[in-house]
């Protein structure tokens, strides 16, 4: 049985998978981090067993070198039968996976302009698996290529059309292999064919980004031409007013660069609360009158129902809505408060299913006769094995 080897390489992490995309079995995961430190280490992951060992030496070389012992002492490395790369940026070029090529290779070193921290770091692990497993075809799964489907006036910026047919400065979206997998996964636990359905998708990690999916196809989504606009993030501010970043030049003397790192890194939940970008923090802090956090969460929903109510709009109709990653899965207090903002679209919580889907459990968290809302946990390794079998039958 082949099984299929899923790699994420990331500008200081390389996190792998080794799963079969038949019988969704995960035979083993791990995470290379601190790549770019002297103490770099990698953990491995099995289905009773947990390690972590340090790495050699920095860099990725060591790391996909230590996986590959592990795959050999473990007697995976023979049964790889496809391996599948997770790329970030695949421009207006990659409308859907692809098998990797030279040329395709040359196409995703012409996007990095749109991408420069993600999509170099992606190739790293690209290359890296092509000299071990020469013998081995390799896919690219994109993060933006779900949402190519996007009708022209949800993709477009009112801006001089030169910047869009010149220079590619349009909406794009990201997380859609995550968008992708949930929708899937929304139709098959509702028991409804995914071709019928309307459906709005909350991926809320670090990241977070809200998509409209109609009949399968992402419709519109709140990601744009980088991941840093739409909703509030962990340490991005997500929508702002465009005059900001001139504003805080003239009266703080910042320089642009200054500027993007701090509405990339010290923004959104960090920024707001003073004190973490982690829900889980800030949920404890919260509860214990901390004025910072509770802001942070109140913008935070606020802001997500804002988008929940314009995503309806391509829809018509919601069938359901999805919330997912790390805070979707978990925070039952943001699911609350942010169905609360949406009753004027239907949506009433049952505050008992809302707090069941807290233990792991996917399924409905609203009340009889309410708008469907949802947990599904995601599962992008899955989907990314699920694309690479795709593209090479
Ligand atoms: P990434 O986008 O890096 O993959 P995740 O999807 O794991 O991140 O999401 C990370 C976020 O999920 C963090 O803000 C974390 O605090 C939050 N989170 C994880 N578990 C819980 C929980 N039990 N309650 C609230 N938030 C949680």
């Not at 039952?332 to 919580?349: M, N």
Request: with cysteine; net charge neutral; glycine share 10%.
């Amino acid at each position: 049985m082949g099984l299929t080897l899923v790699l994420n390489s990331g500008s200081s992490s390389l996190k792998f998978s080794l799963l079969d995309p038949e019988t969704r079995r995960l035979y083993l995961s791990g995470l290379a981090e601190k790549l770019l430190v002297p103490t770099p280490q990698i953990t491995f992951r099995s289905r009773d067993h947990t390690r972590t060992e340090a790495l050699p030496a920095k860099g990725h070389k060591p790391a996909m070198q230590a996986i590959l012992a592990e795959l050999e002492a473990q007697g995976f490395k023979e049964r790889v039968e496809a391996v599948g790369h997770r790329v970030v940026h695949g421009g207006e070029r990659f409308k859907s996976s692809t098998r990797i090529t030279p040329e395709v290779i040359a196409a995703i070193e012409a996007c990095a302009a749109l991408a420069p921290l993600h999509n170099p770091a992606n190739l790293l692990g690209i290359r890296l698996a092509l000299a071990h497993f020469p013998q081995v075809p390799q896919v690219a799964v994109f993060d933006t290529a779900f949402h190519q489907t996007l009708p022209e006036y949800a993709y477009r910026y009112a801006l001089p059309g030169e910047l869009y047919t010149r220079y590619g400065v349009r909406r794009y979206g990201f997380h859609g292999t995550s968008h992708q997998y949930v929708t899937r996964r929304a139709a098959e636990l509702l028991g409804r064919p995914l071709e019928t359905l309307g459906l709005i998708s909350a991926h809320l990690g670090n990241g977070c980004s809200i998509t409209a999916v109609r009949q399968g196809q992402s419709v519109d989504t709140s990601m744009g031409l980088t991941p840093l606009e739409g909703l509030v993030m962990g340490t991005r501010s997500g929508d702002l007013d465009p005059n900001i970043p001139q504003y805080l030049s003239d009266t703080l003397g910042l320089t642009l660069e200054q500027i993007t790192e701090l509405l990339n890194k010290k923004s959104g939940l960090l920024g707001l609360s003073g004190l973490s970008n982690d829900m889980r923090e800030l949920e404890q802090a919260a509860a214990q009158d901390h004025a910072g956090a509770k802001l942070a969460l109140e913008v935070f929903c606020y802001r997500l129902a804002k988008y929940v109510a314009a995503m309806s709009v391509p829809l018509g109709r919601i069938d359901a809505l999805i919330f997912t990653g790390g805070i979707g899965e978990n925070s039952a207090w943001v699911r609350r408060k942010t169905l609360k903002w949406l009753g004027g679209l239907g949506f009433q919580v049952d505050e008992e299913r809302n707090q069941q889907a807290v233990r792991g459990q996917p399924g409905i968290i609203t009340a009889e006769g309410s708008t469907l809302a949802m947990v599904v946990n995601t599962d992008e390794e899955l989907m990314i094995a699920w694309e690479t079998r795709a593209v090479l039958s």
